[in-house]
């Protein structure tokens, strides 16, 4: 696997660890709404780190985010993870190597601060944690962990534990929680560290937040699965099959992408392929993405 050289945004060092990459995924199944005739005119933008050749398949990625500021070190989303039993077949029974990748780029598991992760899916938290002799204990010791308050709620349910998510509480959220590493995030957000805020983002989850990074006026933002494609940039209404409220996850990509604009924030999406990270440009009524 080969991983984007580092970004430099103020004074944050910001690395991509691309944990997998899927095999294309089919336009009409992973955005429901899909219509070819309102795609082709941007082929251009879009091929080939966010569609193939043929305009059929979408490239998605797993990525996760490491980010050093003058004062902390964060990973933010902790993707798959190795060794999982998992009822997605993709996400099943994973030997990536991530940590040791890690570790090559120079980042120690024991040296990060925070671990932010914007919801409690399983490719975004598996790296939480990492088996060690006998059981699944935290991956960054020394690390708080942060997430929402509904997340967690939602993650301990009797539902989600025993739904398609099955496994995902006991071996990557409940391990941190004994550990006594966890910090919730309030369900309004906030500066929760200097320069760190959680934002509401919910519809693709209840409790799904997105999260910026600030420095020197700049910012970082990390948009979690408010965004699966850059085709959802060019078409806000277009949900991924994944949502669970179609019309709060409407509502939600709308304000990132405005938000994002405004700001002229550089966008870390967790599932952008090619460069991954990019910028949105808004002209009139309409949003543009431009790989960084």
């Given amino acids: ?28 199944m992973l955005l429901p709404d899909w219509a070819d005739e309102l795609i082709a005119p941007h082929q251009d933008e879009l091929i080939p780190d966010a569609m193939t050749p043929d305009c059929a ?13 003058p004062h902390h070190l964060m990973v933010i989303d902790t993707g798959i993870g190795d060794g999982r ?14 940590l040791d990748r890690m570790r090559a780029a120079g980042i120690a598991p024991e040296t990060v601060d925070y671990v932010l992760c914007t919801h409690i899916h399983s490719d975004h938290v598996g790296w939480n944690t990492h ?18 308050r509904t997340e967690n709620d939602k993650a301990a349910s009797e539902g989600f534990r025993t739904g398609p998510a099955a496994g995902v509480y006991e071996d990557s959220v409940l391990p941190v929680i004994e550990a006594g590493l966890l910090d919730l995030v309030p369900d309004d957000g906030g500066e929760v560290i200097e320069g760190v805020t959680f934002h509401p983002t919910p519809g ?3 409790g799904h937040m997105s ?5 020197a006026g700049h910012e970082a933002f990390f948009s979690g699965d408010v965004l699966h494609s850059p ?5 806000p209404t277009w949900n991924s099959m994944f949502c669970q409220d179609a019309e709060a996850a409407r509502r939600s990509r709308r304000w990132a992408l405005e938000h994002a604009a405004e700001r002229s924030a550089l966008v870390l999406p967790a599932h952008f392929g090619g460069r991954s990270a990019g910028r949105v440009v808004r002209r009139g009524e309409c949003f543009h993405w431009s790989f960084a």
């Fill in 1 to 28: 696997m080969t991983d984007e050289p580092r970004l430099q945004l103020g004074s944050l060092d910001i690395l991509r660890l691309t944990e997998i990459v899927f095999p294309p995924y089919e336009a009409t």
């Fill in 57 to 69: 398949g979408l490239v998605v990625n797993v990525n996760l985010w490491v980010v050093r500021t």
């Fill in 85 to 98: 039993t998992r009822r997605v077949p993709q996400f099943d029974g994973l030997h990536t190597g991530l």
């Fill in 131 to 148: 088996w060690n002799d006998e059981r699944w204990t935290p991956a960054f010791p020394n690390a708080r962990y942060l997430w929402s």
């Fill in 204 to 206: 693709h989850t209840p």
């Fill in 211 to 215: 999260i910026s990074v600030r420095s």
């Fill in 231 to 235: 085709v959802q940039v060019l078409r």
